[in-house]
């Protein structure tokens, strides 16, 4: 019994990191129609930038988290503007491949810059570990619990109360209407960016913490992961990619306590295939119209 | 439209002949040994990556459907045919006859799996087929990994079946040929017609009566088949290999490759995939900076080829040029 609430619980923290990472991909999504695949790399920008800030600079933590934040929102407005932006029109399979070109950037880039060894993350926050009823709970990972169910709260607000959630709303439904209502998109996608790339920083703290070893192509399973939750909870539904994300971290964390580590990757790729192959457009997702 | 087919057909005479004949010209320099050993260790994997790509653009190009899973394929065959070889060497038969028929299982296995992956999700569309063709990539990979029967994370030992580059060259020429030859026929048949107005108009192509389904796990089967043969001659051109680098990077790497040589053109992809696999070789003098400078190079292509003001100019360039050529370039 205290196993498998372990497990739960341990489940939930991965979870709520991929859950972090696939509100990211859905938003850019729905907005601007893309599979961002740099995404996962953003992680990896973000917990590199956390290290440099507290091993090279030696920043608070509360700094570091400021500065983190800051890089991602920064490096995914920048990868936005200077690469998906001209392409806007273009093919979406161009833009894909345009994603995947800077994600071999960014990792190559972090590759040159620290090495291919893989460097710790530095404990920003010292908690200590919990025993409830002979469960015992890491200090990391039920603050990640919690900053991730706050993080989801505001940004289900910002989205539902907001203008400018309105404005992203109103954009990823009609980007023509959209425009004939007097919504700036290009300023709407470069937002969502932002907002995406935040939340990835938020991931890599976590992440960080969690793994503590980073190295350039640490972002890459993380992402992918994270892209099949969003894709399992219906890309382009942000309450999907929360639910798809903390779903697949619980069976990735199931599997690997209860039938072999070896097997884990193979279970949730086939979960999704099976839900997919069941609900086509994942758990939430809209189905899809199709006009002659 | 007599006429353009005509051209058309002599395109294509052209892109075999082409293919062909640079073929010929690389087996009587490796024969000759003029070719340099860095040079002669690239021929196969190139045969391996022209195979690889044409057979994807076959889905990505002609069906127009986003499969992130052809290196799985590739793996599935690779292993099954590998195992074959490796069980043949005992029978004393010479590479002529064990490389064809352990290619051969490898691309039928490789077909069995296409069958069963293709069978229940080519209902998908989009991104929802791109992600499921990528799991199943990573599943197939999970799976090799972990079997006892392919040497499991150590990789399967194939230095039994091991042959250099002069020994493999005449069969990757042949499946390279074969490939193309397929692709190019294909696409000019009545089927390939069928396959590129299910691209263009699915309902429309439904409702003249062609059965899609059926279609489109033709076109997986096919593909997955041509990765599997390609799969066995890499795995005769290693003396290890590990099912994980058969991962959804390779299956971007040579997606990578198709959108670049350009959507449904053979010709495009066969250039591309050379170019390709010279490029980051060529670039190991800046060892350091050639997978970052093959980025920056992938980004720019991609902004060069969609920026309109290019398009124009590599547009109306074309058809003063080269009519033909562009006709092809517009399918």
Redesign the interface.
């Known amino acids: 019994m205290t196993n498998l609430i372990q497990t739960l619980i341990s489940g939930l923290s991965l979870g709520s990191i991929y859950a972090l990472i696939a509100l990211g991909y859905t938003m850019v999504y729905g907005i601007a129609k893309m599979l961002n695949f740099a995404h996962g790399d953003v992680i990896m920008v973000g917990a590199y930038s956390g290290i440099v800030a507290v091993a090279q600079m030696g920043l608070s933590p509360w700094v570091t988290v400021i500065v983190s934040i800051a890089v991602c929102a920064v490096l995914g407005v920048v990868i936005e503007f200077c690469a998906y932006k001209p392409l806007r029109q273009a093919a979406p399979l161009s833009v894909l491949i345009t994603a995947i070109g800077v994600s071999y950037l960014l990792q190559n880039a972090a590759l040159l810059l620290f090495g291919s060894q893989q460097m710790a993350y530095p404990t920003l926050l010292k908690l200590p570990m919990l025993t409830v009823g002979g469960v015992q709970i890491d200090g990391i990972t039920l603050l990640t619990l919690a900053v991730t169910a706050a993080l989801m709260a505001a940004l289900t607000l910002f989205i539902d109360r907001t203008k400018l959630g309105k404005a992203m709303r109103a954009v990823s439904e009609d980007k023509g209407a959209a425009t004939l209502m007097g919504i700036n998109v290009d300023r709407t996608i470069t937002l969502t960016f932002a907002i995406g790339s935040a939340l990835a920083a938020f991931a890599s703290m976590f992440y960080g913490m969690t793994y503590v070893y980073i190295k350039p192509t640490t972002g890459a399973m993380p992402g992918i992961k994270a892209f099949t939750a969003a894709v399992f909870g219906g890309i382009g539904s942000i309450p999907g990619a929360m639910i798809g994300g903390i779903l697949l971290g619980l069976i990735e964390q199931m599997s690997k306590t209860y039938i072999s580590t070896l097997w884990a990757d193979a279970i949730v790729f086939a979960v999704l295939v099976v839900v997919l192959v069941v609900k086509p457009t994942g758990l939430l997702g809209k189905p899809m119209q199709e006009k002659v | 439209m007599q006429l353009t087919q005509k051209k058309r057909r002599r395109g294509d005479l052209l892109t075999a002949a082409a293919v062909a004949m640079l073929l010929a010209v690389m087996a009587a320099l490796l024969y000759t040994g003029s070719l340099t050993r860095q040079v002669t260790n690239m021929l196969i994997p190139t045969a391996v990556y022209i195979v690889m790509a044409v057979s994807l653009n076959l889905v990505?190009g002609l069906l127009g459907e986003?499969s992130l899973g052809h290196a799985g394929f590739m793996s599935v065959g690779l292993f099954s045919g590998c195992l074959v070889a490796i069980a043949l060497t005992n029978t004393a038969l010479p590479l002529a006859v064990r490389l064809p028929v352990s290619m051969l299982a490898g691309g039928l296995t490789a077909a069995v799996f296409g069958l069963l992956v293709g069978l229940?999700?080519l209902?998908?569309?989009g991104?929802?087929l791109?992600?499921?063709t990528?799991?199943?990539g990573?599943?197939i990979k999970?799976?090799i990994?972990?079997l006892r029967v392919t040497g499991g994370a150590l990789g399967l030992n194939t230095a039994a079946i091991y042959a250099g580059a002069k020994e493999l060259l005449p069969y990757g020429a042949a499946l390279v040929l074969l490939t193309v030859a397929v692709m190019l026929n294909l696409k000019r048949s009545k089927y390939g017609r069928a396959i590129m107005a299910i691209r263009d108009?699915?309902?429309?192509a439904e409702?003249v009566g062609l059965n899609v389904t059926r279609y489109k796990l033709a076109v997986f089967v096919i593909a997955a088949f041509f990765a599997g043969c390609a799969g066995v001659l890499y795995g005769h051109s290693l003396a290890n290999i590990k099912a994980a680098a058969f991962d959804?990077?390779m299956s971007?790497e040579i997606?990578?490759i198709v959108?670049?040589g350009g959507?449904g053109s053979v010709p495009g992809s066969v250039v591309s995939a050379i170019v390709l696999t010279v490029l980051p070789e060529a670039l190991r003098e800046v060892a350091?900076?050639r997978?970052?400078v093959?980025?920056?190079v992938?980004?720019l292509v991609?902004?060069a080829?969609?920026?309109p003001t290019m398009k124009r100019f590599f547009g109306s360039a074309c058809k003063s040029l080269t009519p033909v050529r562009k006709e092809r370039a517009a399918l």
């Open positions: 990505v986003l229940p999700t209902r998908l569309r991104d929802y791109a992600i499921v990528l799991a199943c990573e599943i999970n799976i990994t972990n108009n699915r309902i429309a409702s959804y990077n971007i997606l990578v959108v670049l959507m350091d900076y997978m970052l093959y980025a920056v992938l980004i991609m902004q080829t969609n920026n």
